[in-house]
DNA sequence: TATGGAACCGTAAACGTTTAAGTGAATAGG
DNA sequence: CCTATTCACTTAAACGTTTACGGTTCCATA
């Protein structure tokens, strides 16, 4: 690997003065500087980020953290839509991204500030975690700046996908429709969820709306098997449900297999509503009807402001920005009145 | 940030003694081991990773080359699979992964080969990106350890999805199921979509079955409008299809939205065949006819040999592996006898 | 003729490690 | 008692950068 020494003998002149060229300092002569730099491109320099952190103390590496456990990953349509943007938005700013890995079995395993503090990342992302972890606070809570993906503490700018109005409009919606007789199987606890579940009750109360506790249950997310196994529950009760609430897409698809096995029919026989709004659902019919989370913008703005806290750290502001998105009107609620 | 220069200091030995403490050198005494532990622990150490590389030469960090075009990136789930199982089995080893910046357009921007210099990445996986890409063959004729899914280089160990057998497997299956006219829409020009094509019009040729020229479409991967213009021309032929190929899943949705919206049923007027095998298929109705890849399998086996590779150089052999896969038998294939 | 100041380049220290080589003391062997 | 060996630790160089500070040279100005 050639170096600033390369070149400097080359050249014939001092290191300084190689990388004051290559960095295009103003105490450099003109015709030196095209000299140095025809050599460097000649020689095929490449600077070594290594050296340059630790004089700089940047290393211009993100760190990612993110749960990847049985049902999530990158896998994870959410998750990957995010991560695809703020990828795309802090590569314009020069800057890379590196995982923090997750593997919590591994004994003598380094927690997840020692890793970013190993690699010296200038800021992290923390996204589909279990937020109440004591590393994922640790982290949190270190002078590393942080951009956290749908959880607020306070302490950390957050960029938060829509579950309140979300909820909200798809209530709405849903009582629009006629249905009173309303279902819904949760995510387990998270602060997610519990927006959700609480916006979710609170609109039901505004209709005047009452539920039996039977009406509400929990599965995990992405779990196509357990909301199977709820949505068979819900339909052997006397009272039937009208409509079933899913907490994502993916466990909608293993609720409808349910519904099918028993000989029902989406939407004549019962609805059924998703959240997230994966790309795939758009493609398949009957489409369903459920809210689109606006991944690009999460990742874009999740991207700006971390950006912005490690550049300008005293002219940024930690704050908590809402994301809209958006509800789609597929073919899987039916109109009762 | 504490060095080893305050650990030093604070237990009154060199630096080189509290580094060969915490490497467990054999040349250290026991308890001034154990004291020199201690205060590492106590004072919150945590080794410099530039530091440590500019020695050693080795980063645990290995580069990740893949494409994000409109169609693909992070939410393709063929590649956030192989990823995902990549990412697991090299975090055993030790290694981060970095990716490797695609954006093309940003003007002085670093090549692919000089990003991964400049990083110092131990090794390079590429996959799902554009073979022929003058930069690409830069990175992989160069002196870096790299690993390639679905595409051979002579010089670089491959990792490769059975196309060969698993289109196949598809063709028997299809024309055992009494299948003569059949379509393909093949994605757009590359290695995967040469060896699949090939092996489709060679097993055809086997089963002794001649199709028109008009049965033969080019999409590219993932685009369901695509997927969905090229089925309308082939329902509007004069002797239509009974089966029509697609290059994947994604695709194969926006045919049937199709064949819908032409007022046809899948299976009974027109049998459809996928190919990957997406997660989210296995639980939407019907379920795809469909050749599933051992993504799983890809990702691991990838990054063990490129471990192998950069671990023991001298020992380790560069090969071609394929991994089969597995045909997902569904309810998108009508048999015709 | 001094003087001041650009303009241009070099010196050297520093970042945090690793490691070959060296030092000194204690121990063992004869 | 002398020498060789082992043990435990230190010295110092090196990895590839950046940057504060100095040092020349040269020219314009007083």
Redesign the pocket.
Same mark, same amino acid.
């Given at each position: 690997?050639v170096? !600033? =020494?390369d070149i400097a003998s080359k050249c014939?002149?001092?290191?300084?003065?190689v990388?004051?060229a !290559?960095?295009d300092h103003s105490?450099?002569?003109?015709e030196?500087k095209v000299r140095i730099r025809n050599a460097a491109k000649e020689m095929g320099?490449v600077?070594?980020a290594a050296? =340059?952190s630790? =004089?700089?103390n940047r290393t211009h590496n993100i760190g990612v953290l993110f749960m990847d456990d049985a049902n999530s990953g990158l896998t994870h349509d959410f998750f990957a839509g995010v991560l695809e943007s703020f990828k795309k938005e802090v590569e314009k700013e020069g800057y890379d991204i590196t995982f923090i890995s997750n593997d919590r079995s591994r004994p003598g395993r380094a927690s997840y500030l020692e890793h970013a503090r190993y690699r010296r990342f200038d800021g992290v992302i923390i996204a589909n975690v279990h937020f109440d972890d004591p590393e994922v606070v640790e982290l949190v809570k270190s002078n590393i700046p942080v951009v956290t993906i749908d959880h607020i503490y306070n302490e950390t700018t957050t960029i938060l996908s829509d579950n309140v109005s979300g909820m909200s409009d798809l209530v709405d919606f849903v009582v629009a429709a006629g249905h009173r007789k309303i279902a819904y199987i949760h995510g387990v606890e998270s602060s997610t969820t519990n927006l959700r579940l609480v916006t979710f009750n609170r609109k039901l109360e505004e209709h005047g709306i009452e539920i039996p506790e039977e009406y509400i249950k929990e599965s995990p997310y992405r779990d196509t098997h357990g909301a199977y196994e709820k949505t068979l529950e819900l339909l052997k009760l006397r009272t039937r449900p009208t409509c079933i609430f899913y907490p994502d897409d993916y466990a909608t698809y293993g609720g409808m297999r349910a519904i099918a096995e028993r000989g029902l029919k989406v939407p004549d026989d019962i609805s059924v509503v998703g959240f997230d709004g994966i790309k795939v659902a758009r493609h398949i019919r009957p489409r369903l009807t459920t809210y689109r989370q606006n991944t690009d913008e999460l990742g874009t703005l999740a991207a700006k402001n971390l950006v912005d806290l490690i550049e300008r750290p005293k002219t940024t502001l930690v704050q908590q920005i809402v994301v809209k998105g958006k509800l789609l009107e597929g073919d899987t609620l039916k109109k009762l009145n």
């Amino acid at each position: 690997m050639v170096s !600033l =020494k390369d070149i400097a003998s080359k050249c014939g002149v001092s290191i300084a003065t190689v990388s004051k060229a !290559l960095n295009d300092h103003s105490d450099i002569g003109a015709e030196t500087k095209v000299r140095i730099r025809n050599a460097a491109k000649e020689m095929g320099y490449v600077p070594n980020a290594a050296a =340059k952190s630790m =004089k700089t103390n940047r290393t211009h590496n993100i760190g990612v953290l993110f749960m990847d456990d049985a049902n999530s990953g990158l896998t994870h349509d959410f998750f990957a839509g995010v991560l695809e943007s703020f990828k795309k938005e802090v590569e314009k700013e020069g800057y890379d991204i590196t995982f923090i890995s997750n593997d919590r079995s591994r004994p003598g395993r380094a927690s997840y500030l020692e890793h970013a503090r190993y690699r010296r990342f200038d800021g992290v992302i923390i996204a589909n975690v279990h937020f109440d972890d004591p590393e994922v606070v640790e982290l949190v809570k270190s002078n590393i700046p942080v951009v956290t993906i749908d959880h607020i503490y306070n302490e950390t700018t957050t960029i938060l996908s829509d579950n309140v109005s979300g909820m909200s409009d798809l209530v709405d919606f849903v009582v629009a429709a006629g249905h009173r007789k309303i279902a819904y199987i949760h995510g387990v606890e998270s602060s997610t969820t519990n927006l959700r579940l609480v916006t979710f009750n609170r609109k039901l109360e505004e209709h005047g709306i009452e539920i039996p506790e039977e009406y509400i249950k929990e599965s995990p997310y992405r779990d196509t098997h357990g909301a199977y196994e709820k949505t068979l529950e819900l339909l052997k009760l006397r009272t039937r449900p009208t409509c079933i609430f899913y907490p994502d897409d993916y466990a909608t698809y293993g609720g409808m297999r349910a519904i099918a096995e028993r000989g029902l029919k989406v939407p004549d026989d019962i609805s059924v509503v998703g959240f997230d709004g994966i790309k795939v659902a758009r493609h398949i019919r009957p489409r369903l009807t459920t809210y689109r989370q606006n991944t690009d913008e999460l990742g874009t703005l999740a991207a700006k402001n971390l950006v912005d806290l490690i550049e300008r750290p005293k002219t940024t502001l930690v704050q908590q920005i809402v994301v809209k998105g958006k509800l789609l009107e597929g073919d899987t609620l039916k109109k009762l009145n």
